[in-house]
């Protein structure tokens, strides 16, 4: 019998393997983004020592754990600070971007450089609480992949917090896929989906977005998100413009479906009405010239419209090829053992 073609297919090359789930000797990385945090960093550091205490993490089942820091190009003594603290033997390791990148790169930057079993990605300033973390946990022991912090109830800056709830709900009517409210990039990952992420190979990255659509288990945490430990947000306008926008036009070309068929139906009216215009003419006594006159850009218009519909068509196809997904994601293969080489009788 020819075995050859079962263990080409048994590979499970770009599915790494789930760490056991009642395994004590899971590493955790925990990934924080940091710009000009300066205010904030003593508070985190001790918070994190606190919640991530060795006999914590021993009742927990971890073996170690670790803080990805990712410096987006702080201008005050962030980097310094966070540097001296790393020399002094806080678990944690420093990755210094060139620039301010904004918060989604640096959280790209945070999960390509953690290698635990498990990834937690975490804001600096302690509105993603870290013992939520352990919440987050007991659902992957329980079986999920992905489990996420979802805001029971949110403070801070009212016109911010509006524009939030709208912008979650707006993005979620838009997404194709299934997009949860009120989440955003704070959450505890199995490496396959860390490794799964890594594989999207865009670069206008919404994260909580992949996150969503690379799939695997996913469960919510409910959690109280608290006001900004010290410190003022970092999210100006213009970076929170940004993160919306490019959350909606990264998860949806639906924007672009509605003006092609805005345009569709536009260019279908313009000719019904000419229709409507030649046959009444008489009836309505238009005169000859005018009658021409709006043939003639009716016509025009219809034309445009129609391109423009053909266009929309290929713009919006040519857009998601260049984000360059792979059309589908294993999770894991499910196949008869191999039998063995037969044993000698
Ligand atoms: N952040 C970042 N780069 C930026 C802006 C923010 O790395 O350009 C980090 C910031 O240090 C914090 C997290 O992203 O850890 C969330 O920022 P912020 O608290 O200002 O956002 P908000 O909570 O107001 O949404
Ligand atoms: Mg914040």
Known sequence: LDTSAGSALSSSEGVPDSAARDSRQ?????????FN?????????????????????AA??????????????????TARLLAERIREGVPARLIRLSRNFGHQGAVCAGLDFADADLVAVMDAD???????VWRMLQAWREGADVAFGQRRRRKGNVVKRVGYWGFYRLV??????????????FCLMDRRVVAAMRRLPENLRFSRGLRAWVGFQQVAVEFDRPARAAGEPKYTWKKLYRLATDGIASMSTRPLQAAQFGSFFFGLLTVMFLFLLLGFSQELGVPRPLLFLYALVATGNAVLSFCLYILGAYVGRTYL??????????????????PGPPSPA
Do not use: C, N
């Open 126 to 132: 302690l509105q993603d609480p870290p013992e939520v």
């Open 321 to 338: 090829e260049v984000k360059g997904r792979p059309p589908y994601l294993v999770m894991e293969f499910v196949e008869p053992r191999r």
């Open 26 to 34: 899971l590493t955790l990385d925990i990934v924080i983004p940091v």
């Open 37 to 57: 945090e300066e205010e904030v960093i003593h508070l985190l550091l001790e918070r994190l020592a606190q919640v991530f205490a060795p006999d914590v993490l």
């Open 172 to 185: 979620a009517l838009l997404s194709e896929i299934d997009l949860p409210l009120d989440t955003g990039d």
């Open 60 to 77: 927990q089942g971890v073996a170690s754990v670790r803080w990805v820091l990712v410096d987006d190009g702080s201008s005050d003594a």
